[in-house]
């Protein structure tokens, strides 16, 4: 139904910049949000930033909050997440996540997720 990929990740020494993007396909029309979500190595998988589709309100972890920010194309059904001042914590993989909203037969709703493959962010002391 939706496929998502990720690009933009890399190696950059601390307080550089990154800018992730997340390609959309399939059944676009039904996005009720997108956002990224991070892994390190030994640790949970963490929620980094959300933007709703309908009109774009955003919202981050306290932890990127003044440093990352999250936008999006419409036409290009992409997101991306600009990440500036990066720190070493910063180091993980991130995944790109979307939801969408439908309609059952019925009438009920559901809400789907989909995940990207993720895309490796190091950032060096």
């Known amino acids: 139904q939706v496929h998502l990929v990720e690009s933009g990740g890399g190696l950059v020494e601390a307080g550089g910049s990154l800018r992730l993007s997340c390609v959309a396909s399939?059944?676009?029309?039904?996005?009720?949000?997108m956002g990224w979500f991070r892994q390190a190595p030994g640790k949970e998988r963490e929620f980094v930033s959300r933007?709703?589709?309908?009109?774009?309100?955003?919202y981050y972890a306290d932890s990127v909050k003044g440093r990352f920010t999250i936008s999006r194309d419409n036409a290009k059904n992409t997101v991306y997440l600009q990440m500036n001042s990066l720190k070493p914590e910063d180091t993980a993989v991130y995944y790109c996540?979307?939801?969408?909203?439908?309609?059952?037969?019925?009438?009920?709703?559901?809400?789907?997720?989909?995940w990207g493959q993720g895309t490796q962010v190091t950032v060096s002391s």
């Open positions: 933007i709703k589709w309908s009109d774009g309100t955003t």
């Open positions: 399939g059944r676009t029309y039904d996005t009720y949000a």
């Open positions: 996540n979307g939801k969408s909203r439908t309609t059952t037969y019925g009438g009920g709703r559901t809400y789907p997720l989909y």
